[in-house]
């Protein structure tokens, strides 16, 4: 019996470090964990970029933008893509910093800092790309009845009947919102597991912060 008081009386000493120990074990699992999520995050955005340019020189939309004949519209046309371009490698560049910050962090208070940095980075980044491609989606589809040569006869035959035309923007409509809701899906699933993980992350620092 005494050799197990004394067991007792010496765990109950040593319980604090014991506390310690398991407390910096899981802050370097979530620093590992968190550090391979915003890796996956700055190579799903690089990815994502590459595949749009790509998609770009395979559709080679130059040929289609040749039949508009009004230089200033497809001037505008043009400086959007370029804009859209520079505003994707700027999020890209912020990944990769606050992937490098995670990655090199000591403190906890730092990482939690850095983890809800990362994650309004994200959603800033997927609510810009939802906002562009309603913009783009409004601007294609204005500018092809309106200003391509090969839409005339198709705006004749509508403009002579008011409900082909009340039909056709709402297919339109329909077209742009499904297209909308699919990327919407995909961003949710894609980006919003990974930033769930985060998430999970952060809380767990948290409850050993305090």
Not at 106 to 129: D, E, H, P
Request: aromatic letters at 18%.
């Amino acid at each position: 019996m005494k050799e197990l008081d004394l067991l007792k009386k010496d765990w109950k000493k040593n319980s604090a470090s014991f506390q310690q120990i398991s407390e910096q074990e899981i802050y370097k699992m979530i620093h590992k964990k968190s550090s391979s999520i915003v890796k996956w995050i700055l190579i799903i955005s690089i990815l994502e970029i590459s595949f749009w340019t790509f998609s770009n020189l395979f559709l080679n939309t130059d040929d289609a933008l040749q039949k508009i004949n009004h230089p200033e519209i497809v001037n505008a046309l043009e400086y959007l893509t370029y804009l859209n371009y520079f505003v994707g490698l700027v999020f890209v560049f912020i990944f990769y910093k606050n992937y490098t910050t995670i990655s090199t962090t000591v403190a906890t208070k730092s990482l939690m800092s850095a983890i809800l940095r990362t994650r309004k980075t994200v959603q800033y980044y997927v609510w810009y790309n939802l906002g562009m491609i309603v913009i783009i989606a409004i601007l294609s589809f204005f500018v092809a009845f309106v200003y391509n040569p090969d839409m005339a006869f198709i705006r004749e035959k509508l403009a002579a009947n008011g409900k082909a035309m009340f039909i056709t923007f709402g297919i339109a409509l329909l077209v742009s919102c499904a297209f909308f809701g699919l990327f919407w899906c995909f961003y949710r699933l894609l980006y919003g597991t990974l930033l769930r993980r985060l998430y999970a992350n952060y809380k767990e620092l948290k409850k050993i912060d305090f």
